[in-house]
DNA sequence: AGCGTACGAGACGAACCGTCTCGTCACACC
DNA sequence: GGTGTGACGAGACGGTTCGTCTCGTACGCT
């Protein structure tokens, strides 16, 4: 006897439904934008009852989390094995200048960058959203940065006593920053310019 | 005779209404949250017909960034002659942490944050709102950043190629992202570690 | 084979939306 | 001061989406 409150019957699911329902989501969040997504606009581009959507999900942003992460991993298989792992070429500026770019590309993709959008300005609002979509989609990112900057160290090019963990936002929250709150223009120069400042510091060498 | 499309006859508006609006949308905000605040729930909380709102704003996101601009400047206003310039007392480091630590409490400010949040995230999703969000209040702020990064230039305490408006970013923006995003905790210890990193840099000096 | 349950479809009341229409009253203008 | 214009509070209105519910159907465990 399950729990009124847990989800139906696992086994029972429709993957078919699943998959449209997430194409039909990530399609609508693109081409109309987050606000005028509805559940109901989803259900009836999916082909599918409301019903179906709210068995599985609380929220629409439920929804779009949930679309959102099978998306990435999509993308991390076609990418190749490591998912996004962070180059060693020993070099640290040019291995972060080279992620930081690539970073910057799929910022630029609408059908990238619209739903994360979405999410991030809905995690903002909605703190369990967000902490959600932190902790699945955010910090498993950072923490490769924080692997590489441990190399670093390793290496001797990254002062012992840095913390890896706060060290990487010298150069990713501000790429963010301007993202997400056009606090200004983002291109290869800039996240360069970024890797630069952060690694010799702002003060006279 | 007047454009159709301009706002009504600004003299004869209620100072009165145009105040209790303000009030009962900041309020709602940070009681119910910036989703469950509706303009109905303005109108009614602030005892004023929906149609005065919707004679001089266009949304609940417009009601509230001129809400939050009130705000602050009621409480620059309160907080003395210059509003929050950055000290220069010749000890950049030194200044730099005091104003995070200030900013810090500020955005535990419950009356203070749950706006601004709120604000943030609508900018996010809502391109034309998010820019004047930012250009209004957040490059404002930056700017005195700025300011005082140029002054240290002149005292030789930063280096004169650096770019003040890309530098500030290196202290602002993660503070920004772990307040925004929720991806790490937010303490004086935090903020001081960024201006220390920041200055100095993470490679061996 | 059959039962159970997820499914597609859509009806339902509730909440808000944004527009509109009242009658009232304050204030700008003369 | 007197007058008339237009902003005001109040709320009715149709439309949209919400989240719940109830059907009959058909798929998939056991």
Redesign the pocket.
């Known amino acids: 006897m399950?729990s009124k409150e847990s989800?139906?019957?696992?086994?029972?699911?429709?993957?078919?439904?699943?998959r449209?329902i997430f194409d039909a989501a990530l399609a609508l969040v693109g081409e109309v934008g987050y606000p005028?997504?509805?559940?109901?606009?989803?259900?009836?581009r999916?082909?599918?009852?409301?019903?179906?959507?709210?068995?599985?999900w609380?929220?629409?942003a439920d929804v779009l989390l949930d679309a959102f992460l099978d998306l990435s991993e999509q993308a991390a298989e076609a990418a190749g094995q490591a998912p996004y792992a962070i180059p060693d070429t020993g070099d640290l500026a040019a291995d972060l200048k080279g992620v930081l770019r690539a970073t910057v590309d799929e910022l630029q993709d609408p059908a990238f960058a619209a739903p994360s959008r979405a999410l991030a300005a809905e995690g903002v609002v909605n703190e369990e959203l967000g902490r959600r979509f932190v902790a699945r989609l955010l910090l498993p990112q950072l923490e490769l940065y924080a692997d590489r900057l441990r190399s670093a160290q390793r290496a001797g090019q990254v002062r012992a006593d840095i913390d890896p963990r706060i060290a990487l936002e010298l150069f990713v929250s501000p790429l963010a920053q301007r993202w997400l709150q056009h606090t200004g223009p983002i291109s290869y120069e800039y996240t360069d310019t970024l890797v630069d400042y952060a690694l010799n510091g702002l003060a006279p060498r």
């Open positions: 399950a989800t139906p019957d696992v086994s029972r699911r429709s993957e078919r439904s699943r449209a005028k997504t509805t559940v109901e606009g989803i259900a009836a999916a082909g599918v009852g409301k019903q179906t959507i709210y068995r599985w609380r929220s629409k």
